[in-house]
């Protein structure tokens, strides 16, 4: 069965430095998504990046980008130059291709930018 | 406006009472999805629905039902609320599947739920 696994609860990191949330995650499907969501303390969901399993390429958006490592099963979010806004909760989630398409979600990674 | 609303945003209620939660969406997606959020456990599929002809439970449908409307409607019941029922609904919405991630999924701002 498909599982995703956060297990930094919480995270601090300096403003203006770079943080790396990890991600790892177990499937049999030779093809599947991997997203990243950031949920302010307002509560909204949002959708920050996507990797697919073909993808040769990691994912990058703006100061955000997925450090895919396949072989680990590991899909790393990387924040750079980390800003006040940043602080919130990041969550993974995989999507495999193959049967429902259904979306799991990790438990989640608490973080907080330091002034 | 927003491309997914839900309402109410909070709503407190009795143990034993019925409660509808509503999603509409304006993206023309035909998936749509309803999550509850408890703390520590992340996101929790309850039902997802690929069209207005498609409904399927996810992992923890027990103790609720939907209802798809229409292409952009989806409706979450309570049928007796409980208090472990206590807990963040979200509601989301997403295209068809391809290799460049274009089923991402769009959520809707959340229903505060509290079950007395």
């Known amino acids: 069965a498909q599982k995703i696994t956060q297990t930094q609860p919480g995270m601090f990191v300096q403003e203006k430095e770079a943080v790396t949330l990890d991600c790892t995650y177990d499937t049999s499907d030779p093809s599947y998504g991997l997203f990243w969501y950031k949920q302010p303390s307002s509560g909204e969901m949002i959708f920050l990046i996507y990797q697919g399993s073909y993808d040769q390429q990691n994912a990058t958006e703006g100061r955000y980008s997925l450090n895919f490592q396949k072989a680990r099963k590991s899909a790393n979010l990387v924040i750079s130059a980390s800003q006040l806004g940043d602080s919130a909760m990041y969550f993974c989630?995989?999507?495999?291709?193959?049967?429902?398409?259904?979306?799991?979600f990790g438990t989640g990674t608490r973080l907080k930018v330091l002034a | 406006d927003a491309d997914v609303t839900q309402t109410p945003r909070n709503r407190i209620t009795k143990t034993g009472k019925r409660i509808m939660l509503e999603c509409s969406q304006t993206?023309?997606?035909?998936?749509m999805y309803w999550y509850r959020q408890d703390p520590g456990l992340g996101l929790r599929l309850i039902y997802y629905s690929f069209d207005v002809k498609d409904i399927n439970k996810g992992e923890i449908s027990d103790g609720y039902s939907v209802s798809r409307q229409a292409q952009a409607k989806f409706s979450l019941s309570l049928e007796s609320a409980i208090p472990n029922q206590t807990a963040l609904y979200f509601c989301a919405t997403s295209d068809l599947p391809t290799s460049a991630g274009t089923d991402t999924q769009y959520f809707g701002p959340g229903t505060r739920l509290t079950v007395l």
């Open positions: 989630a995989m999507r495999e291709t193959s049967g429902t398409y259904k979306y799991i």
């Open positions: 993206k023309g997606h035909d998936r």
